[in-house]
């Protein structure tokens, strides 16, 4: 899974949306403690720092060190790689030990987790009581252009996508959660979380390029590079005399937060 966000791993930082800020005070407001928090699968590091805001530290984890070499900086986060293959033993003792998390996150990644692997560690590392999990994502449902990215550009996308995505492009409805629920939806049924941000046109078309389904795209050989194109030409079309000027988007998140039972 690394691989798919080696190459693309500078642009990926700068393309990425920026979750809300209400998102982190809300689940801050949900752990009993603020000591530790660790996000799993962080990439450049965009939910490490905004969690920082409310936790004494964070350890942030990747499988990917190019994205890790991207982290954005920040003194209470600790960026650390997590090699394929590392145990659950080994895990455990990397974020701090048994019973040493107020919260764990993970933002638009754990579709890619081997999720036994994931669960057992929370688990152990988790407290309890008082401790919170808490998963997100979102795909190519973005208004005002839902029609043509989740509809028409993820329909002929979906030939190429590694099976896994298709946990996000469902909003997680088929992703196991076997946590005491805590009011952010709960197995089945995940929480729709707007997420509004400012992209130009430009943007837009980076987000849609960096996803992985271009990756794995390119490598079998398979240019979208046409498709993503006659689309965005259509969205240009609506989108107005300013392509260069950032107008509001809305990405149609899910999240799903609980505690251990």
Do not use: K
């Given at each position: 899974m690394a691989d798919l966000y080696e190459k693309p791993s500078e642009t990926y930082a700068k393309k990425r949306p920026r979750y809300p800020k209400e998102w982190f005070s809300m689940l801050a407001s949900l752990t009993?403690?603020?000591h530790r928090a660790w996000d799993?699968?962080?990439?450049?590091?965009?939910?490490?720092?905004?969690i920082a805001e409310h936790y004494d530290s964070v350890v942030a984890?990747?499988?990917?060190?190019?994205?890790?070499?991207?982290?954005?900086?920040?003194p209470r986060v600790r960026y650390l790689h997590t090699p394929e293959g590392l145990t659950e033993d080994g895990l455990v003792a990397l974020v701090g030990g048994e019973r040493s998390l107020d919260l764990v996150i993970v933002a638009t990644a754990i579709h890619w987790f081997?999720?036994?692997?994931?669960?057992?560690?929370?688990?152990?590392a988790l407290k309890k009581p008082g401790g919170v999990l808490a998963v997100w994502g979102?795909?190519?449902d973005i208004r005002p252009f839902e029609d043509k990215l989740q509809g028409r550009l993820?329909?002929?996308?979906?030939?190429?996508?590694?099976?896994?995505?298709r946990l996000a492009m469902?909003?997680?409805?088929?992703?196991?959660?076997?946590?005491e629920p805590v009011g952010v939806g709960r197995e089945g049924e995940p929480a729709d979380v707007d997420m509004e941000v400012e992209m130009t046109l430009d943007d837009l078309a980076g987000f849609v390029m960096t996803g992985s389904v271009a990756t794995t795209a390119r490598e079998q050989?398979?240019?979208?590079?046409?498709?993503v194109k006659g689309v965005m030409k259509e969205v240009e079309e609506e989108w107005g005399d300013q392509p260069t000027v950032p107008r509001k988007l809305v990405f149609k998140a899910f999240m799903l937060a609980g505690k251990l039972k």
């Open positions: 009993a403690g603020h799993a699968g962080c990439g450049s590091g965009q939910a490490s720092v905004s984890t990747d499988v990917s060190e190019a994205q890790l070499r991207h982290g954005i900086a920040h081997d999720v036994p692997l994931f669960y057992a560690v929370v688990s152990r979102y795909n190519y993820y329909a002929a996308a979906r030939a190429y996508m590694d099976p896994r995505t469902e909003r997680y409805r088929g992703l196991p959660f076997p946590f050989g398979v240019d979208l590079e046409a498709l």
